[in-house]
């Protein structure tokens, strides 16, 4: 039996759990705002463990790993489904890091925003980069979709 490492037990068993959760609305989901945000906040945070160790890679600060930047691409793409499914009303906050407001007033912008990085992600995985320069011309423009969601919708 293969044995897997604690990461990926938890990116398996949160997949599973979204992939068993996508089929019910989302208000159904969340039994108080706070376990939206929860929810929303640990997706963030994987997304952002596994798309750092790529960004390690592009700003040399890691040596260039085709099969670890494939296998971390894969996994964003994968998780950027869902953290999606924890904007519901009734969870905006004025904290710093915290969802605006004018995500709820601006929903459709928020979506396209949200769209476009899953779309970026999914390239970047597609890719499979066999070299560094390989690596940053897929991971600039998905690393610029999060930067654009950030500015206009998260709080400094």
């Given at each position: ?29 969340f ?39 494939a ?34 007033s ?51």
């Amino acid at each position: 039996m293969k044995k897997i490492s604690m990461k990926h037990a938890l990116s398996l068993t949160l997949l599973s759990v979204a992939a068993l959760g996508t089929s019910l609305p989302a208000q159904a989901q969340f039994q108080k705002p706070e376990d939206a945000i929860k929810y929303r906040k640990a997706a963030f945070t994987l997304i952002g463990a596994h798309f750092s160790r790529m960004g390690a890679m592009v700003q040399g600060r890691a040596p260039f790993d085709a099969a670890a930047a494939a296998s971390n691409a894969e996994i964003v793409a994968n998780l950027s489904r869902l953290p999606f499914h924890g904007f519901v009303e009734g969870t905006a906050s004025k904290d710093k890091g915290g969802a605006k407001a004018e995500i709820w007033s601006e929903r459709a912008k928020f979506d396209e925003a949200a769209k476009k990085m899953q779309d970026e992600v999914a390239k970047l995985a597609a890719a499979k980069p066999a070299t560094v320069e390989q690596l940053k011309a897929s991971f600039g423009p998905a690393a610029s979709t999060c930067k654009s969601c950030h500015d206009n919708f998260r709080n400094e």
